[in-house]
């Protein structure tokens, strides 16, 4: 077999409406996702493809710095590719963690056409044939256009959620919090809780609690079935203290991102289930690895969302079906958005599950039409501050967060 080579790299940002704004606690998803569609092309014409976030920025020109690294690297050298970009001690300067994943899911979407077979066959081969997922339920401000579309009082969480599991049959729900004032939230999730009888929950308020706050809402929820405690407060440390208090298993997709940080966690047992995301750990095969750590190490394992479009989605989908102890449903924004850029569409739900593809390769195309459309309306409309929420000017969280905001206000801020 000739050695398929990297001959080119092209980055595409491209900027994908959302029903309505996403809150979370720094900021929000100011009604779109921007992420950078990444195409690699090996010397003998295969086109790989990688899909990154950037926080609502376009990464295009990090990704074309790359290619003097690996123009003429074979796709199938996907050890060397890490050191290669990703050694530890340079990347103390230059952390391209997250743009060696876009490229790792690319070049294993290469190998996967080469050979025939889909991704999940090169990792070990999938042990089940769908993945479920999660609601994934976000306080929202209502879209600006239509005026419909806010979630902010415990009654409009349960029609979102009553309307989502209609649609798409979750039966497992996460509810991200961290905005709104922990009495507000606790109000909504437990609303949440009573509406879905028999079902799964889990919070996530990305850290925002101060110790107290974070006991007090474990212990009022300890009657729910919860999945797990989602990162309740920051840092490792403090979420080993909790545990003193709280007997919920606790998971994080924030202090455990890397095997470092892993190995601590072993080590200190502040953390119960690692969430791993394929963009954040560096590729699916980083994840893959660390699920057998967690295997080993009895911790459980969950499948992140730091949002995507359908080829990040198709790298969860693949690590998701490969990995034996992954014990609770996916996250994915994917719902949330009103369409994608791969062809045939969005990928869709049924039963609250989604089928892992099993074409060659990643098993998803591009449709060159609707990419063109929406890097147009990048261009047209740019990226957002992630980190900022449109509602509230000048505002930005401390951590532990004391600065809520107000469940009275009913807002529809603009969006650019
Ligand atoms: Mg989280």
Redesign the pocket.
Known sequence: MSATTIAAIRATPVTVPLEAPLLHSNGAHWGRFVRTIVEVETADGYVGLGEMGGGGEDATRAFANLLAYLRGHDVFSLEKMRFAICNPTASLYNNRTQLHAALEFACLDIIGQKLGVPVHALLGGKVRDRVEFASYLFFRYADPASCEGEVRTPGQLVAHAAALKAKHGFTAHKLKGGVYPPQHELACYRALAQSLPGERFRY?P?SALCLADAIAFGKAILDIRNDYF??PVWGMSQLKRLKDFVPLPIAT??VVVNFEQLAENVRNGAVDVI?LDTTFWGGIRPCVKAAGVCETMGLGVAV?SSGELGIQLATMLHMGSVVPNLGYAADAHYHHLVDDVIAGGPLRYEGGAIRVPDTPGLGVALDRDKLARYHELFREVGGYPYDRDPGRPGWYPLVPNERWADPGASLTPALR
């Open positions: 996530d990305n989602e990162d997709n924030t969430l992140h």
